[in-house]
């Protein structure tokens, strides 16, 4: 019951969030997104799970190469007995040439699940970021990258009383897709996407839902300095490593707003 009233705060507070921010353009936004949602929606199958992640970012930044990214959201299974999973990140980045950047992080999460354990997770990861050009004229992309992050994973099962460690790395490319302007600014439209692909050093975690890689294809809005938002579509392969089942395609929908402090 604890952990219901816990994301039902989370869930009304974000969206109330959410919506304080509604303006002319943001409907237009909100068209183009459930016409987004409804394409994906068509095209999942029975045999495909759903989950859905709700999240806000505040972002703070010292000087030209410092900036501190807040995260906080809430996953959840859209199934009978789904699991849960409530979730705080804070990420320190540094911007040296415009080609690189490094961040480091601290991941909390608990999930709650009802058909198996629950699980307590701490995640210190680091990261580094390439990118490959400014702008592509082209093909209207923004500053498309290769992103490789470390994340050493320390997961606690209450239940069974239990500790686990698994080190991973996450190898990304992405970029985004300026749709009405050559430059991120006011009134922006764009299309971020990655191709994101795991790798465990020393076996996959006990989780049902371990994750092998990801295809990422989403719809942003950029309002204007301070103000974005964001519905990314997941596909992901995964295995249910506590089943030892087979590999399978998830779904997961994403909705991101973005708040950057002055």
């Given at each position: 019951m604890h952990f219901e009233w816990c994301m039902s705060f989370l869930l009304s507070s974000l969206f109330k969030w959410f919506m304080a921010v509604i303006t002319n353009s943001f409907k237009q936004f909100i068209c183009l997104l459930l016409i987004c949602l409804g394409t994906c929606c068509v095209r999942q199958t029975h045999a495909q799970d759903v989950q859905l992640w709700l999240d806000g970012f505040v972002y703070k930044s010292f000087g030209k190469k410092w900036e501190y990214?807040?995260?906080?959201?809430?996953?959840?299974l859209l199934q009978k007995q789904g699991w849960g999973d409530l979730y705080l990140c804070n990420t320190l980045s540094w911007q040296g040439p415009w080609w690189y950047g490094a961040e480091g992080s601290l991941e909390l999460h608990y999930t709650n699940d009802q058909q198996n354990s629950d699980i307590v997770e701490v995640r210190p990861w680091v990261a580094q970021k390439f990118i490959f050009?400014?702008?592509v004229k082209a093909l209207r992309m923004d500053k498309p990258y290769m992103y490789m992050r470390l994340d050493q994973r320390f997961l606690f099962y209450p239940e069974q009383d239990t500790l686990d460690v698994k080190t991973r790395l996450r190898v990304r490319f992405g970029g985004r897709v300026l749709l009405n302007n050559t430059k991120l600014t006011d009134n922006t439209f764009y299309i971020p996407f990655f191709f994101?692909?795991?790798f465990n050093f020393n076996g996959e975690a006990i989780e049902r839902y371990a994750s092998r890689n990801r295809t990422v294809v989403g719809l942003g809005y950029m309002f204007n300095s301070t103000?974005?938002?964001e519905f990314d579509h997941y596909i992901q392969r995964s295995r249910n490593s506590i089943d030892d089942?087979?590999?399978?395609?998830?779904?997961m929908l994403q909705f991101k707003v973005m708040y950057y402090l002055e």
């Amino acid at each position: 019951m604890h952990f219901e009233w816990c994301m039902s705060f989370l869930l009304s507070s974000l969206f109330k969030w959410f919506m304080a921010v509604i303006t002319n353009s943001f409907k237009q936004f909100i068209c183009l997104l459930l016409i987004c949602l409804g394409t994906c929606c068509v095209r999942q199958t029975h045999a495909q799970d759903v989950q859905l992640w709700l999240d806000g970012f505040v972002y703070k930044s010292f000087g030209k190469k410092w900036e501190y990214e807040g995260n906080v959201g809430v996953n959840k299974l859209l199934q009978k007995q789904g699991w849960g999973d409530l979730y705080l990140c804070n990420t320190l980045s540094w911007q040296g040439p415009w080609w690189y950047g490094a961040e480091g992080s601290l991941e909390l999460h608990y999930t709650n699940d009802q058909q198996n354990s629950d699980i307590v997770e701490v995640r210190p990861w680091v990261a580094q970021k390439f990118i490959f050009a400014k702008f592509v004229k082209a093909l209207r992309m923004d500053k498309p990258y290769m992103y490789m992050r470390l994340d050493q994973r320390f997961l606690f099962y209450p239940e069974q009383d239990t500790l686990d460690v698994k080190t991973r790395l996450r190898v990304r490319f992405g970029g985004r897709v300026l749709l009405n302007n050559t430059k991120l600014t006011d009134n922006t439209f764009y299309i971020p996407f990655f191709f994101e692909n795991f790798f465990n050093f020393n076996g996959e975690a006990i989780e049902r839902y371990a994750s092998r890689n990801r295809t990422v294809v989403g719809l942003g809005y950029m309002f204007n300095s301070t103000w974005r938002a964001e519905f990314d579509h997941y596909i992901q392969r995964s295995r249910n490593s506590i089943d030892d089942a087979i590999v399978k395609t998830d779904i997961m929908l994403q909705f991101k707003v973005m708040y950057y402090l002055e």
